[in-house]
């Protein structure tokens, strides 16, 4: 897990070739290369990758509706929609939204998706003061529900939890979850991020950032999980486990054989 978020953190600052916040920032180029289409695929149990080739978008899916985690890019909306329906769901079906965290390539989308499919938008409580505001490159949306930390989100037969991990936005939200698969529990964790996009130094809109980032590198250094996914495919190894999952049998790993010890960080 800690070599996991160590690299994380690096491919999140530089490998992408994130430049931080704003939009402004950020060269078409990157902003397109971001945005290619990616075919959408299972990924594990109940959870689906529906997202575009740089940015992650989650559906977990339950008998009683799905739930979709973040809304990529404003132009990746329509991508996710048309992902949603490809693997056979329905957007219609998606009752929940949550986000990662409040940046335009990762809520840049939740207005579009919400408004296309009605669902109720959970956020952290600083994350969700940034959605309601919106910004030139991230329109403004209602928050329904404002989640604390160690709150669940709960659908059919699946809970979500919230540990809010700030520093690379003041409420920078990662979830955990656990999946079933071949009658086997896994646990999940959609980590939010920690890179570091922000001033450290003099940071008079966020004096506590460095606090906040020591806090949380403490916090997730906690954690593991079996299925480590994060809010940009880079983190994770995605097509490493799109060639897996288009095996006839992708051998998945058993339940607690990943995490820091095992040399592996995720099962698949
Ligand atoms: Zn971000």
Redesign the pocket.
């Known amino acids: 897990m800690l070599r996991w978020l160590a690299l994380a953190s690096l491919i ?1 600052a530089v490998g992408t070739g ?1 430049r931080g ?1 704003p939009a402004a920032s950020q060269t078409s180029g990157e902003r397109a290369a971001w945005n290619r289409p990616f075919q959408p695929f299972h990924l594990i149990g109940n959870i689906h990758y529906v997202g575009a080739t740089g940015v992650s978008a989650f559906l977990i899916t339950t008998p009683a509706g799905s739930v979709l985690l973040d809304g990529g890019l404003p132009e990746t909306a329509s991508q996710i929609a048309g992902n949603i329906a490809d693997l056979g769901f329905r957007l219609s079906d998606v009752k929940y939204l949550l986000n ?7 809520a840049g989308g939740l207005a579009e998706v919400k408004r296309l499919s009605s669902a109720m938008m959970v956020a952290s409580d600083r994350d969700a003061q940034a959605l309601r505001s919106g910004s030139p490159d991230m329109p403004a949306l209602v928050v329904d529900r404002v989640i604390r930390d160690g709150e669940t989100v709960r659908l059919g037969d699946t809970a979500l939890t919230a540990h809010v991990t700030p520093g ?2 003041k409420g ?1 939200t990662t979830w955990t979850t656990t999946t079933t698969e071949r009658g086997r529990a896994y646990t999940v964790i959609f980590y ?2 920690t ?1 570091v ?1 922000d001033r450290l130094v003099g940071n008079t809109q966020y004096p506590e950032i460095v606090a906040d980032y020591e806090r949380t590198f403490s916090r997730l250094r906690t954690m593991s999980s079996d299925v480590f996914l994060g ?1 940009h495919p880079a983190f994770f190894d995605m097509e490493a486990k799109r060639q897996c999952r288009a095996l006839p049998k992708c051998p998945i790993r058993p339940p607690g054989s990943s995490g820091m010890g095992s040399g592996r960080a995720t099962v698949i």
């Open positions: 999140g994130y916040w990662s965290h409040a940046h335009f390539d990762h690379h936005t920078c939010c991020s890179s996009v809010p």
